[in-house]
């Protein structure tokens, strides 16, 4: 174990990593040894070996063979081109509505909670002990037809505008995107709101007080000076949001009906009972891929580089 | 609110409002509630969004006290504690139960450990590799859980491993360690290096200066990476449902098979004791961490 705790002890000398001692210099190699193999063996080389999955064919009885078979993409994309838009679609939806609820949580935490702060914090993270999907069936009781939140949006006629907008149908909220769209935002709203509150907090408070000093109204004061410091933390927020949406399947599955299924219960269908391995491969394939596509547009127009 | 300003007050303006002080164009007074409105909105739309995420606990709290008519406990019928006098009376469900207790807690001392050793090896540590480590610790955490838990899954089937424990505490210490290592490194690197270098001064050996000095400034972020570990273990679905044996039926898949079947009051039982018993422990830990602090 001696060479584990070496880390503690920097060289004595006041100067750089150059100066270690040789030694030393396969020290971190050591230490990334497990995770990085076990990451290796567990993450790596389960993606490479997926993606020649999606290239074979087949049957379980009599296995499968690397035949270079790229129609079965063509075909997921054919077959499955509504999930891919419905997942990136209610993803998308739950994202934007994470960042609008998710903020103001976010700064109210930051820099109003005072002795608070981290009993608030202690609030948002503790829905994440309870099972997520015993939380996740509990809205399925709030939003049962007939329930509370239905007669008030029915009420407020907010119903007949969602309607319209084909979130719902048939006065009920149950079984329809916006259920599908209320349950990912209650999900992943946690993610959204851990790094804008890192990166809100980050913010020195002698900056506002400079921008009260020339003026600024608390209007102007968040445009021009929180928002665009709390950007990296948006940035990482909408990520740690959209990605995961957009793979999920256990809303889709739980609060939505047939015709709100996203790719994730597809892959999950094809996987666990359809038993076609190719076809889950190569949906697997083409939603990171399009996820890698998404994010890198978005990230050129975010214009923030370092995420970690 | 009680920031000291530095500019003058402006004559017959109330202390109370400083930022509209002395804005060359003041608008016209508004009438008071909605004044209050305003000046409160972060707070109160904070507090809407807290709701949101409360108020599925309460639902679940309330309706572990339901006696419901069917299969399923969706609908309230009447109060009844029969649910919490006899938690275990559901076939299957506490066996389920101590089958995630038993993985979480393997899962969280793996990914713990391995997770630890990589975050020090990536704070304190400039290498060749170190943008590709970064890189692949990154990775598991932005990549939807149903592409890694199909392509894992595709794995094992292939190299005809047996689907079972095994191969769920794998699949769990892989995608908990990026979050160990992202929860430990944040806190090494934030560590003042100069009370080490002060130990190594007062002539602590190294090992004396890691046992005494590095691994208790360490040991909030670890605590912070086992917690989040045990926490995303247990609570994991996704993952698990595609690397588990159709003998090992953890917690939330027990769930998600009674969703279908029928759910039983008692599941809601286990969402309120588990809700109660991780707030208890974070809040024990805060007050210690914070009597501490006092203390010091």
């Known amino acids: 174990m001696t060479a584990v705790v070496t880390p503690g002890a920097p060289p004595t000398a006041p100067g750089g990593p ?41 049957s379980l009885e009599e296995g499968y063979r690397v035949t270079w078979h790229f129609a079965t993409y063509w075909d997921v994309l054919d077959k499955y081109g509504e999930h891919f838009l419905r997942s990136f679609g209610y993803a998308a939806a739950a994202t934007v509505l994470c960042l609008l609820i998710g903020y103001p949580l976010a700064y109210m935490i930051a820099f109003r909670a005072g002795r608070w702060r981290n009993v608030l914090l202690v609030m948002v993270i503790a829905p994440f002990f309870t099972s997520f999907l015993i939380r996740t069936l509990a809205w399925k009781t709030i939003l049962s037809d007939g329930g509370p939140v239905v007669g008030a949006l029915e009420a407020l006629h907010i119903l007949d505008v969602t309607s319209w907008l084909g979130l719902t149908s048939d006065e009920r909220v149950l079984a329809t995107p916006l259920a599908v769209v209320c349950g990912l935002t209650y999900n992943f709203l946690p993610f959204m709101i851990l790094p804008l509150y890192s990166s809100l907090e980050r913010i020195e408070p002698s900056l506002h007080e400079a921008a009260r000093d020339l003026y600024a109204t608390p209007a102007t004061t968040f445009r021009k000076v929180t928002f665009p410091l709390s950007l990296p933390g948006v940035v990482a927020g909408t990520l740690l949001t959209f990605i995961p949406a957009s793979g999920d399947y256990i809303n889709a599955q739980l609060l939505g009906s047939p015709n709100t299924q996203m790719v994730g219960n597809a892959i999950q269908k094809q996987f666990l009972n359809v038993l076609d391995y190719p076809t889950a491969a190569a949906m697997s394939f083409v939603l990171m891929a399009l996820i890698l596509i998404a994010v890198t547009l978005y990230m050129r127009r975010a214009g923030t580089e370092e995420l970690v | 609110m009680s920031r000291p300003s530095p500019a003058p007050p402006a004559a017959g303006a109330p202390s109370s409002a400083p930022p509209a002080r002395t804005a060359p164009r003041r608008p016209a007074p508004l009438p008071a509630p909605v004044r209050l409105l305003r000046k409160h909105a972060v707070v109160i739309a904070g507090s809407l969004a807290l709701g949101y995420l409360l108020v599925p606990n309460l639902v679940v709290l309330l309706f572990s006290f339901n006696k419901p008519a069917g299969r399923f406990n969706y609908e309230w019928r009447a109060f009844s504690t029969d649910a919490w006098t006899n938690p275990c009376g559901v076939a299957d469900m506490c066996g389920s139960l101590t089958l995630s207790l038993r993985i979480a807690v393997l899962a969280t001392i793996g990914a713990t450990v391995f997770g630890t050793l990589a975050a020090f090896a990536l704070a304190r540590f400039r290498f060749r590799a170190k943008g590709t480590a970064n890189a692949l610790i990154f990775l598991p955490m932005a990549m939807p859980e149903v592409v890694m838990a199909a392509s894992l899954g595709t794995l094992f089937l292939n190299m005809r491993v047996a689907f079972g424990f095994t191969t769920i505490l794998i699949a769990h210490i892989m995608f908990c360690l990026s979050f160990v290592i992202v929860a430990v490194k944040a806190r090494v690197m934030s560590m003042d290096p100069r009370l080490e270098e002060a130990a190594r001064d007062l002539y602590a050996g190294p090992v004396q200066t890691f046992l005494r000095v590095t691994l208790p400034l360490a040991a909030p972020g670890i605590a912070a990476g086992a917690l989040l570990s045990f926490a995303l273990s247990f609570d994991d679905f996704i993952i698990t449902q595609f690397n588990a044996g159709p003998s090992t039926v953890t917690f939330p898949m027990f769930v998600w098979g009674a969703a279908q079947r029928g759910t039983p009051v008692q599941v809601n039982v286990i969402g309120t004791a588990m809700f109660v018993i991780a707030v208890a422990i974070v809040l024990v830990g805060q007050l210690t961490a914070n009597r501490r602090r006092r203390s010091r």
């Open chain 1, 18 to 58: 150059a100066e270690r001692p040789p030694r030393r210099r396969l020290t971190p190699y050591w230490l990334l040894l497990p995770a990085g193999l076990w990451l290796a063996v567990f993450f790596v080389a389960p993606l490479i070996y997926q993606a020649s999955t999606s290239v074979q064919t087949g």
